[in-house]
């Protein structure tokens, strides 16, 4: 009998209680396997935790008093929702993307490709042009130049990014293994405050010998 999987669902915010409202509105309705929600809230003083509390109270929001930066904000997150979940995967998603309901089971089928994919990535259109792509197919990167350009960027998307693929993975919208994640450290916070410490994630995942995949299938808005 094959063990179901369990995701926990790791959300950063500061100071944008209404979007992240807005963005559980969407999660909480996904299709498929069971999943666990945690939102860190990483030192708003806008009653962000107090607010999820009243509406969604199946919710595990945190608030952190201190803004620990993007890197560690998700680290913390995750150690606390593999306390509080025990999730054989972490999805990690930005607060200000709308999700398909299908979302979440496509990002899972993207692991029955072969034991050695690591790490799974979504499409993501443009929350206000949606038939533009914001991403379709994770991060081109210039080393020489220290340049990062996400695949098909403001494209008129028609389907030609519809292939999953091998990818550099971008942390917005990305589902990792639980274990694989604790194996890698997780983020370096030495990116902290911001990024690129999702790139640095993919490319560390790939160089341990494992895959990052886009999976098309997986769809979202990104604001």
């Not at 952190?64 to 999730?87: H, I, K």
């Not at 690591?118 to 792509?133: H, M, N």
């Not at 994770?138 to 350009?149: A, E, K």
């Amino acid at each position: 009998m094959s063990v179901q999987p369990r995701v926990a669902i790791v959300i950063l915010t500061h100071e944008q209680r209404d979007m992240t409202l807005e963005c559980l509105d969407f999660v909480l309705r996904m299709d498929g396997p069971e999943f666990d929600v945690l939102v860190w809230d990483n030192g708003s003083t806008d009653g962000t935790v107090e607010a999820i509390g009243q509406k969604y109270p199946q919710v595990v929001a945190h608030h952190s008093p201190e803004n620990l930066g993007v890197a560690s904000g998700r680290n913390a997150g995750a150690e606390l929702a593999a306390r509080r979940f025990s999730p054989t995967y972490f999805l990690f998603l930005d607060n200000d993307i709308e999700v398909e309901a299908g979302f979440l089971a496509a990002l899972l089928d993207g692991f029955t490709t072969d034991d050695h994919v690591g790490q799974t990535q979504a499409k993501l259109r443009f929350y206000d042009t949606r038939d533009r792509l914001n991403d379709g197919g994770g991060c081109q990167i210039s080393f020489w130049r220290g340049l990062t350009m996400p695949v098909g960027f403001d494209e008129v998307d028609r389907g030609q990014h519809d292939q999953r693929r091998d990818c550099i993975a971008c942390g917005g919208a990305m589902l990792t293994s639980a274990s694989l994640f604790e194996e890698l450290g997780g983020f370096d916070s030495r990116f902290d405050p911001v990024g690129p410490e999702d790139i640095d994630y993919s490319l560390r995942l790939q160089k341990a010998g494992y895959r990052a995949l886009y999976v098309p299938e997986a769809v979202g808005y990104h604001r």
